[in-house]
Structures are given as structure tokens and as C-alpha cells.
T-cell receptor
């Protein structure tokens, strides 16, 4: 596609449920990042993929968060046993060779 | 700790005038700086960047200035247009091996017609 796409655009879930967020990067982009933006905050780095491997997971806030990337393309961010503090906009970005990052529209997650 | 700071949460500027958005950073290892623009319900859009070996980069109405000794950068928009109304994020990266971006909290710019 022309840009980074993310799905769903909005997700409302109940506390304790698991959620999966999907990111389709720009075709050919080797690096993929996940960030999140909580209310009134800047974007916070979560995890970085180079190809299918994740050399930097330092931003994941707890072991309830995990992510994978398959085929060097699509990535899924999974949050298990969601908590209200997980409510945020989750943004995915992709780039070619550590160049400028291009962002998707984000997934707004609301945990009730 | 907030390594990239945007101390002005909001700014209002008359159409046609200059908008100046400021950003400060604390990590001396940062060597690449970017500005992103964000409209509601959309992802951030890359605007302009500057490498630490430069002190100025210009692209049309947008100019970014970098003062390394002060660990300060600014974005100038001139002339300001109503379509420039958005939230502007300053971001920084370094040679950490992954180029993850560290973002400020953003400045909401409103251009008054």
C-alpha cells in the first residue's frame, strides 16, 4: 500500500481481556516501530523490529505486552489481561534503513 | 525523565505571521532531530529534520534551527497558514543501533485567520 496501515482504528475492551493490534508497514520497509501515546503525553517507544527480529524491546511496559513480526512485513502487538492504564493510541511506524519514520493512523485502545 | 521537552503546550499565531516552536533536549548523544505534525485522528507526519552537523535546515516555509551548545532546537513557520494548525512534536534519535525516536509532549499550534 501507499502508507502504513493499522487495524482496528478503534478498540474498546473490558479490563482483563486480551487485544491484538495489527500494523501493515510500507512495502519494502525493513524496520518497524511501535509507539504509544497516552492522554496528554508524547509518543513513547515500545519496541523495534529489524526484519523479523526485535533487537530492542526496552519500551514494553510489562510482560503483558508482546509483539511479533512475520515475513518481514506485518506486525502484531498483543496486550494480555488489559488494564485501564493501557488505554492509549498505539502507533506503528516503518522506515527503510533507519531513515525517517513514517507513521500509520494509530489504533485508539480504550480499556473499560 | 523527559529527555525531549516542549515547554509550551499551546501557541496561537495570527495568519501570515511567523510561528516559532521550541524544543529542548538533555541527552548529548542525540544527533538527529525531527519535527512531526499531527492532525486529530491521524498519525504524525514527518515535516523536517536536521542532523547535528548542521545548525539550520530549510524547506519552503519551514526552517529548523539547532543550537547544540544550548541543546535547543526550534521550528519556524513563515508565513503561517490556517492549515498549519496542528500539534507539532519534536523528536530526537542517536546512534543507538535502532534509531528509536524520543518525542516531546507536543505543542498545539493554532493559526488565527
Amino acid at each position: 500500500g501507499a502508507g502504513v496501515s493499522q487495524s482496528p482504528s478503534n478498540k474498546v475492551t473490558e479490563k482483563g481481556k486480551d487485544v491484538e493490534l495489527r500494523c501493515d508497514p510500507i512495502s519494502g520497509h525493513t524496520a518497524l516501530y511501535w509507539y504509544r501515546q497516552s492522554l496528554g503525553q508524547g509518543l513513547e517507544f515500545l519496541i523495534y523490529f529489524q526484519g523479523n527480529s526485535a533487537p530492542d524491546k526496552s519500551g514494553l511496559p510489562s510482560d503483558r505486552f508482546s509483539a511479533e513480526r512475520t515475513g518481514g512485513s506485518v506486525s502484531t502487538l498483543t496486550i494480555q489481561r488489559t488494564q485501564q492504564e493501557d488505554s492509549a493510541v498505539y502507533l506503528c511506524a516503518s522506515t527503510l534503513a533507519l531513515d525517517t519514520q513514517y507513521f500509520g493512523p494509530g489504533t485508539r485502545l480504550t480499556v473499560l | 525523565d523527559q529527555q525531549v521537552k516542549q515547554n509550551s503546550p499551546s501557541l496561537s499565531v495570527q495568519e501570515g505571521r511567523i510561528s516559532i516552536l521550541n524544543c529542548d533536549y538533555t541527552n548529548s548523544m542525540f544527533d538527529y532531530f525531527l519535527w512531526y505534525k499531527k492532525y486529530p485522528a491521524e498519525g504524525p507526519t514527518f515535516l523536517i529534520s536536521i542532523s547535528s552537523i548542521k545548525d539550520k535546515n530549510e524547506d519552503g516555509r519551514f526552517t529548523v534551527f539547532l543550537n547544540k551548545s544550548a541543546k535547543h532546537l526550534s521550528l519556524h513557520i513563515v508565513p503561517s497558514q490556517p492549515g498549519d494548525s496542528a500539534v507539532y512534536f519534536c523528536a530526537a534519535s542517536g546512534n543507538f543501533g535502532n534509531e528509536k525516536l524520543t518525542f516531546g509532549t507536543g505543542t498545539r499550534l493554532t493559526i488565527i485567520p
